[in-house]
């Protein structure tokens, strides 16, 4: 079993494209990877976890549902919300680190994939030197996981 975990912004650029997204993971299975863990955060994540889940449907993979805590979703648009709660049924296991919000529990969950997987693939804005993918990436590269970028 290989595990990558995938961490990325919130917003996504205009050039931002899917199709390059998927190529990136497709990547990631031809290399052996296995096992995806998701941070369920809007934006990238559940991108992400969306396109995993479809290509559950040619591969033999597993998605893992990291949350933060149990209530993430609940400042979520209604809309969001259904794509988070329709992933998570997508999802072949789910680790939940606190009941409820908490301060610095998004970092925690952070770590925890990191510290879970065998690399990381990230949709990061080199120009963003702050908050939680910056975050992320800098803690894998400081754990000596190999980091792929999503361009």
Request: hydrophobic letters at 35%; one cysteine or more; glycine letters at 6%.
């Amino acid at each position: 079993m290989r595990i990558c975990a995938v961490t990325g912004h919130r917003v996504l650029r205009g050039d931002f494209s899917k199709e390059r997204l998927a190529e990136a993971l497709k990547e990631r299975i031809k290399a052996g990877t296995d096992t995806f863990l998701c941070g369920m955060a809007l934006g990238f994540d559940l991108l992400c976890g969306e396109t995993i889940a479809l290509l559950k449907e040619t591969y033999p993979l597993r998605l893992v549902a990291c949350i933060p805590c149990a209530d993430q979703s609940s400042k979520f648009s209604p809309s969001a919300r259904r794509r988070y709660e329709a992933l998570l049924r997508q999802c072949d296991d789910c680790v939940t680190l606190y009941e409820r919000y908490k301060n610095g529990c998004m970092f925690e969950r952070n770590r925890f994939m990191v510290e879970h997987c065998d690399e990381v693939l990230a949709y990061w804005q080199k120009d963003l030197k702050k908050g939680g993918t910056y975050y992320t990436v800098q803690y894998a590269l400081r754990m000596e996981k190999p980091v792929y970028f999503v361009e």
